[in-house]
């Protein structure tokens, strides 16, 4: 008789086994989607949904009406877009701290008087093309720097950040120049069934980070590679190349985030994106991504990102100081982050 026989006899020499209480099976239930993705956002969709009631409290109808909503998304839609690629980094363990410089240089590049003759005889999409070129191979070199020089990838992306905006600031002669294709502000200023253009490139963008990174090879090889890289490495996974990939991806979402930009200001300028790799990283962060890598979503992403941009709309709507969102702000990424751990540990604990 084999051993995988027994188990089989075992269940039939003691009779059927006895059905699950109903209470129990809730219980499992309960507990099996506070360990997954619904335990891991609620904390951040009871943050933002008190920030609703506060900002609908405070400000009435000025803050609840469907302009201001669209005004909210709107806002978060670029910092959004610049998210969407640092999740992929920091759930494969790195870190980018360069996308807000390389946005700032693509923008400038994008509109540099050659390429704006080029697009005024050809096409505006030459300055789309242009800018997230910029992105791609600033996100490449980045990636490689780190995946083949082996360089930590805060000192690398440091440098970037430092160099590319130099180059920017070099190229625009420390000036703003301003965008001269009108089919260009024309399209990126339109609203598609009411809703503005911005917006719909930050839901497109959102969507297709999602399906990458829970529907695709991609994604599963991010995860494995930010949860235990010796291991994936060990399994076969080509760690180095990936890791280009992932900063070339952060890179593209930069360049997008640039086009998104000129679009809103007409301009391109070395002083966009100051600041905006920290506030993604802290979207990131605040979305369930952890800072040592493999576990994230992107949907909890778009709820940080979300969360910051309806602080931000609240304290207008106030006339509140900076000085004092900024202290909120930090008060929010702690009781997101503790309201999402409990959540999540709640679904982790043993019978």
């Known amino acids: 008789m084999s051993e995988s026989q027994s188990p089989t006899i075992a269940q039939a020499e003691s009779g059927p086994a006895s059905p699950e209480p109903p209470e129990q099976r809730r219980r499992f239930t309960a507990r099996s989607l506070l360990s997954g993705s619904v335990g891991r956002n ?7 949904a008190a920030l609703f009631v506060v900002g609908a409290i405070t400000a009435g109808d000025r803050f609840t009406n469907i302009d201001n909503i669209l005004v909210i998304v709107r806002l978060a839609s670029i910092i959004g877009v610049i998210s969407v690629g640092m999740t992929f980094v920091i759930i494969g363990g790195g870190i980018d701290l360069s996308v807000g410089s390389v946005m700032g ?3 400038v590049v994008a509109t540099l008087s050659a390429i704006q003759a080029l697009a005024e ?3 505006w999409l030459v300055m789309v093309f242009t800018a997230l070129a910029v992105g791609l191979a600033a996100g490449f070199l980045n990636g490689f720097v780190i995946a083949y020089g082996k360089v930590v990838a805060f000192m690398a992306t440091l440098a970037m950040l430092v160099a590319a905006r130099g180059l ?3 190229l625009a002669n420390r000036t703003t120049q301003v965008v001269r294709i009108p089919e260009f502000i024309e ?3 339109m609203d598609l069934l009411g809703i503005d253009m911005l917006i719909w490139i930050f839901v497109l963008v959102a969507v297709a980070g999602w399906i990458l990174l829970n529907r695709t090879t991609f994604g599963r090889r991010t995860v494995a590679i930010g949860g235990n890289r010796e291991a994936a490495r060990l ?8 890791t280009m990939y992932l900063y070339a991806l952060a890179g593209l979402t930069a360049g997008i985030a640039a086009v998104m930009i000129l679009g809103r200001t007409t301009a391109g300028t070395s002083t966009h994106g100051q600041l905006y790799e920290l506030d993604a990283i802290a979207a990131v962060v605040v979305g369930g991504t952890l800072l040592v890598g493999g576990r994230g979503t992107i949907t909890g992403t778009v709820f940080g990102v979300l969360i910051f941009a309806t602080l931000t709309n609240v304290f207008t709507q106030n006339n509140l100081s900076t000085s004092v969102q900024a202290v909120a702000k930090g008060v929010i990424i702690v009781v997101a982050v503790l309201l999402q751990q409990r959540f999540a ?3 982790s604990k043993s019978h």
Do not use: K, P, W
């Not at 609620?42 to 933002?48: E, S, V």
């Not at 399994?235 to 990936?242: D, F, N, P, S, Y």
């Open 42 to 48: 609620l904390g951040l969709i009871l943050a933002l």
């Open 105 to 107: 240089l693509a923008s």
């Open 121 to 123: 005889n050809s096409t």
């Open 168 to 170: 920017a600031e070099i």
């Open 187 to 189: 399209f990126m200023n």
């Open 235 to 242: 399994a076969g996974l080509a760690v180095r190349r990936h």
């Open 345 to 347: 540990g709640q679904g």
